[in-house]
């Protein structure tokens, strides 16, 4: 299963050994903080290389059944040399939710 920014709030369902991938597209002035797994349900696993500066990809394994939370951040404005920052904070957070198969 692979998450964007467009899935935050979501509720979504794995069985044990089932992967979630996320794939934030962010910018240098607008970055996102790396996926923090909440729960410890999730294993973090090989997702590969981030090649863009300001993305966030990170990849979790389901090891035991119960219920994690997902979440990254990232500047609601963009920061930089003479940029105006308005100081908000973009929150990006999923349930997952992960059942015996």
């Known amino acids: 299963m ?3 920014a ?3 709030g979501r509720t979504v369902c794995l069985t044990v ?3 979630v991938r996320m794939n934030l597209d962010g910018t240098k002035e607008r970055p996102w903080s790396p996926v923090k797994a909440e729960g410890g349900i999730l294993k ?3 997702a590969g290389i981030v090649i863009l500066p300001g993305d966030a990809l990170a990849a979790f394994t389901a090891s035991a059944p119960g219920t994690a939370r997902l979440s990254a951040s990232r500047p609601l404005c963009a920061t930089g040399p003479g940029k ?3 100081l908000g ?3 990006w957070t999923v349930t ?3 059942t015996r198969p």
Do not use: P
Request: proline share 0%; glycine share 14%.
């Open 2 to 4: 692979e998450l964007t």
């Open 6 to 8: 467009a899935d935050t």
């Open 17 to 19: 050994g089932g992967s």
């Open 44 to 46: 973090g696993a090989n």
């Open 84 to 86: 105006i920052s308005c």
């Open 89 to 91: 904070i973009q929150e």
């Open 96 to 98: 997952v939710k992960v």
